[in-house]
Each structure stands twice: as C-alpha cells, then as structure tokens.
C-alpha cells in the first residue's frame, strides 16, 4: 500500500494545481508521487523506486509514444500540453480528454517515473508541465486538416496574383508535393 499524502491537516488538496505544486517540491526531494482524484479533491500517493526490468540506453525511449493496439482507430489522437487554456480550446474544438483504460499508458517506461494514477491519460512532459492524451472523431480531425490545407492553398494562390501587380518582378515557385 502506498503512503497517501494530503494537506497538513489531513484533508485532501481542493484543486490539482495545488496537488501538482505539492507533487513539484517534493520531487525537488526526490520522492516519487502520483496524483490521485478522490471525493472532495486530491492526493499524492508515495510510489516505492521499482528497478527497471533492463537497462535502456539513453536516448533510444519515446517518452510521448501511444500504444497502437491501445488506440480506437475511429479517432485521432494528440498530446496536448497543460498550458493556459489549451485543454479548453481543444475540447472547444471537438477533442475529447482519454479516459485511462487498462494498460493505456503514454511513453515509454522510465525509471523511477511512476504511472500517474486517476481517471485521465496523462504524462509529466517537464518544467511543471503535465501533458493530456486528446482524442478527436477521425472525420473531424480530417476536415480540420483540409481548412488547413485549404488556407495555405488561398495564401499561395494570393502571392501568385500579388507577383502580377504592376511594379512587383521576380519569381515565385512553390513546391506542390505533400511534406509526408
């Protein structure tokens, strides 16, 4: 069982910000916790050191990798940093938080980085950063990606029509093949 961690007064912490501020000092200490949703806010829970099961070599871990046979191939799916109100504007945008599931999980195993524990897909991407696995219906992410496109052909098209004003020379060339 995992020590629980709360307020000096044994209450849980009302927000996750709160949690995650608490969750960043003792890290500074060098404690592993995870944060865990209960009723009337939020806790740490103290993760024991676990030895990884080999050695990985540096640089070869993908820390922001999804397991493909996790994924619902109805959707498209994006991590998405907890900055400002960028989890607003995306669910805004018709993109949905993941909800943990048995084994779904975002990066690569680490050493001495926990599982983060409660309802939500998450990973802690640095700086007091936490990250959120966002999916978004596959129909509507392609037409998203069609705007885009979209937009970049009517600005292209505008340069071209702006070389043949009077007083305007040189030459402009675009590069019609796809990046990918």
Not at 49 to 56: M, Q, V
Request: hydrophobic letters at 30%; glycine letters at 10%.
């Amino acid at each position: 069982m995992s020590e629980i961690i709360t307020k000096d007064d044994g209450s849980p912490f009302a927000t996750i910000e709160s949690a995650k501020a608490k969750r960043t000092r003792m890290g500074a200490e060098g404690l592993d916790t995870n944060i865990t949703g209960v009723d009337g806010g939020y806790v740490l829970e103290k993760k024991p050191y676990e030895k990884p099961k080999k050695r990985i070599p540096l640089g070869t871990r993908n820390v922001l990798a999804i397991d493909a046979t996790e994924k619902d191939p109805a959707y498209s799916y994006r991590i998405v940093n907890d900055k400002g109100d960028r989890i607003r504007r995306f669910r805004d945008a018709g993109w949905e938080v993941v909800q943990r599931h048995e084994g779904m999980k975002v990066g690569d195993d680490q050493v001495g980085i926990g599982d983060s524990v409660g309802s939500l897909v998450t990973k802690s991407v640095g700086g007091n950063t936490t990250a959120y696995l966002m999916r978004i219906k596959r129909e509507f992410y392609q037409e998203d990606q069609q705007a885009k496109a979209d937009k970049i052909r009517q600005g292209e098209s505008d340069l071209k029509l702006e070389k043949e004003k009077k007083g305007r020379y040189g030459d402009i060339k675009i590069n019609d093949k796809p990046t990918h």
